[in-house]
């Protein structure tokens, strides 16, 4: 895993797992094509463990949604798992509303989004 850098995230391995942190405020229709490819880079090959950290992002729109399920199943056909790390309230909220938050594993920060999967 090496260290990666786009316009939209920045991607750093943290002990045998991809840290991807979101550094765009929103994840709308344009930011989610680039971040789908991007992501799925992370999870298509073993050991496809990726925390996705959206401690910068403040909006989500479905199109962002969409996008992080199918970076999800992704990871699932490769043997591997997604964690969503660093969500505000509102995001937290989001997810709640729209019961994805049963599909994701979503921890305080990249951190512990990393020791839940390594």
Do not use: W
Request: proline fraction near 5%; charged fraction near 20%; include cysteine.
């Amino acid at each position: 895993m090496q260290p990666a850098e786009t316009t939209y995230m920045s991607a750093q391995p943290l002990g045998g797992v991809m840290v991807a942190k979101i550094t765009c405020p929103r994840v709308s229709d344009f930011e989610a094509a680039a971040l789908k490819t991007d992501l799925k880079k992370f999870v298509e090959a073993p050991p496809a463990k990726l925390v996705v950290d959206l401690s910068d992002v403040l909006l989500v729109t479905s199109t962002g949604l969409g996008m992080l399920v199918q970076v999800r199943s992704a990871a699932q056909a490769a043997g591997g798992k997604v964690v969503l790390a660093g969500l505000s309230t509102e995001l937290v909220d989001l997810f709640r509303l729209t019961n994805l938050h049963r599909l994701f594993t979503i921890a305080p920060d990249a951190k512990s989004g990393a020791e839940q999967i390594a």
